[in-house]
């Protein structure tokens, strides 16, 4: 009996020596057929040495009960003799010793019919599993493994006319990190590549605002230094026409997408769409309450442009008061701006006063009826804080026909954001007091150098909202710099979304324009 239970446990261990070994070809890429295979064989020993075991035990559970039960006709017979002699003592302990060996009988039997059941079941069982180890022999072969996936190339590998990557998924809630000097993109080596033939579809989300005007006419002086093709869809600041520009990109078979800061939670449904066609979808101009979306976004810290024109009012108030706030907060973009407001008043005299939505539709319009209506609510108001650039526009001539000649603290101060031409023009007229402006077009290149390098280089998009980029002598540039704006910076020549527009004093600061083209005239054997 102990053999057989040595042999069964043999055959056990052998078997799942061979699952072991099945599992871990399982994990070898290309060896997952032939797993499969020998994964059914050691069932297959699994099963036969677990019936083989059963049998063993169901045996032994039956000899056990053989064994019971010859000690009960023993204690019987014992019985009958002490009867027969007349021994009292002798028949009590004989009756006790048989009513303990009948017991004993009994639950051997029960055991021994429990082990037979185990036994037939395990018999069942290894059936089965030879059946199926039998059908997957007599399989047909299947197809070779396809060759493993090659690693992705550096930055300057050229793409020798494949296709690019795909694009990196990510996760829901992904947070762009923080871009750092240790991550700067390197300035191109070795030899130039070709640069390809690329369409790219241009989703304008209003192109009434000069701000858009600037990122959306870059762009395509970008592209038109690649010598790629353009096509154009202007929303008008309407939701349902951002998606219809989309999906209008998408079916025409664009290479890529750029927007000028079109909110993200309009678009949902477009942006998934580009991922699942492969189309890199990138986001410039302002920032947004998600990203995972997008192949790529570069745009400008709007917390951090918040931030220089709240202190810049604190700093220059001259008296304490209510600021009305012409506001966009239900865009990322706006809200991180209005924050900073709220954070740099908290604990002084100053407070937030009335906050009205504007009609992205008719910004300038209902801006200038908010004003005149603060005026006659508030008179004493220490500022208009205007969230949306364009507000400047219907605030300006407000102020400036109620107030001719009068500056601030003697009438509310007028604050918006970047020193577009037309805002420039209500500071010289005295309807704007300051901007906090940076030159933002730079989002614009950095989309089109990396769409660039991910269609010729087959390099995946970086994850960093505003880049560091090394020159030719690996030098760290990083083109996002905040700064305030006044009437005094402004000079009396501006063309609407070509400029000039004020430059930071800031020594960190680099031309864009001439540093992107030195760039690709370095990278493309084509371009330059």
Known sequence: MLHRKRTAWRLLSLGLALSLLAAACASDDGAADTADAALSEATAAGGEASSALADASAASAAAEAALRAAEAAQAAAELAQATAEGNQEAVAAAEAALAEAQDAASAARDEAASAQAEADAAREAAAAAQAEAEA??????????????????????PMDD?????????????????ASMGTAIAWPSGPAVELPQLTIGYLQVLGASEAAQRLEFTAKDAVDFLGWDWEYCDAEGV??????????????????IVTDGTTVEVIVEGLARARDAGIPFVNTGGTQSFYHLYAASFNPNDAALGRVLAEWMMENRGKDGPVQ??????????????????????????????????????????????????????PDSL??????????????????????????PDRPMVLTFYANCTTQQQMQAGGVDASSEENLEWGSYVAVDQIASYYAKGVQFTDELRPYYEDADGNAWQFSIPFIVTPEDVGDECTPGRGPYPTPTDPRWADYVDFFEARWAAAYSNIG
């Open 325 to 378: 706030i012409s506001s966009a907060g239900f865009a990322k973009w706006g809200s991180d701006r209005e924050d900073q407001l709220r954070a740099a008043v908290e604990g002084t005299g100053v407070t937030i006063g009335a906050v009205e939505m504007v009609d992205f539709a008719d910004v300038i319009g209902t801006a200038a009826d908010l004003a005149a209506n603060w005026l006659l609510q508030a």
């Open 136 to 157: 997957a022999a007599a399989a047909p072969e299947p197809p070779p493994p396809p060759p493993p996936a090659e690693e992705p190339m550096d930055d300057e590998e």
């Open 162 to 178: 494949m296709a690019p990557p795909a694009l990196v998924d990510k996760p829901e809630g992904w947070t762009p990190p923080e």
């Open 239 to 256: 939701p349902d026409a951002m998606q219809t520009c989309l999906e209008g990109f998408i079916n025409s078979g664009v290479d890529a």
């Open 383 to 408: 500022a208009f804080w205007l969230t949306f650039d364009l507000a400047a526009l219907g605030v300006g001539p407000v102020i400036t026909e109620s107030f001719a000649g009068v500056s601030p």
